[in-house]
């Protein structure tokens, strides 16, 4: 482990940061001009409904490879589809394990049935109808 910085540049500022680091340019050239900037959707189920929420990410993620969003979670940890695309049948779930309910695990919708059968979980040891 080592100590790290963390530096965010607005889109429209990264072509100023090309001369000093040439291997950027391509990436910065990749990145669409209409492409969200560090906040990501998630759903999150809980006993008493769904929560919506919003992951702060520290970079331009449209512009990840895949392994760099599966190193962020960015995928589903069941099927392992990339959860960054527009598919609205496979939605980011937040769905803990039972035995690691602080640390958070993105699923797609169709493998946690939208989040339905996590609320009902949560909810059977409080007595909340679901």
């Not at 919003?54 to 599966?70: C, I, N, T, V």
Request: negative net charge; contains cysteine; glycine residues 4%.
């Amino acid at each position: 482990m080592r100590e790290v910085e963390e530096v965010r540049i607005l889109r429209k500022g990264l072509t100023h940061v090309v001369p000093w680091m040439p291997s950027l340019e391509q990436t910065v050239a990749d990145i669409p001009e209409d492409a969200p900037h560090w906040d990501f959707t998630v759903f999150q189920p809980r006993a008493d409904g769904m929560v919506i929420a919003r992951l702060a990410l520290s970079a331009e993620w449209p512009s990840w490879s895949k392994k760099q969003a599966r190193a962020a979670r960015l995928v589903c940890a069941e099927c392992d589809y990339d959860l960054r695309g527009k598919d609205e049948t496979r939605m980011p779930f937040d769905v803990r394990l039972p035995e690691r309910p602080n640390k958070r695990r993105l699923v797609c919708g169709q493998c946690c049935n939208d989040g339905t059968d996590e609320m009902e979980r949560l909810a059977a040891p409080a007595g909340n109808p679901s």
